[in-house]
């Protein structure tokens, strides 16, 4: 499946589920973490997620933690108490449209 515009339309809820899931994570974390749940199938470009990262800063749905590691500076993204509940409507929102996917893909005729 590789970068293809399926998955990028929900690169915002991928992101927000892996920060609830996990807490705070870098940004490089968050590209391992997706990559190693889809088993490869799916790769998050540094392109693509920084962009990403700071639109939901700017929306108010994530805080950035700056820590210093290994002499270098990392920002950690984690979910604000409006990104929890954003997360909980998107990754809804996520689960009906995959529901109509199926159907439309998968339609149970025998329903008629």
């Known amino acids: 499946m590789g970068n293809s515009k399926l998955f990028k339309g929900s690169l915002n809820t ?27 199938e799916l790769n998050i470009t540094e392109g693509a997620l920084y962009p990403a990262l700071h639109k939901l800063e700017a929306e108010g749905l994530l805080d950035v933690e700056v820590a210093k590691v290994d002499n270098r500076l990392r920002k950690y993204y984690k979910l604000t108490e409006q990104g929890e509940k954003e997360t909980v409507n998107r990754l809804a929102e996520l689960e009906d449209f995959i529901r109509s996917m199926q159907q439309l893909v998968n339609p149970d ?3 008629q």
């Not at 991928?14 to 490869?40: A, D, P, R, S, W």
């Open 14 to 40: 991928i992101i927000l589920k892996m920060l609830e899931e996990e807490g705070k994570m870098y940004g490089y974390e968050i590209t391992q973490k997706v990559k190693e749940l889809t088993k490869g």
């Open 109 to 111: 005729w025998s329903i």
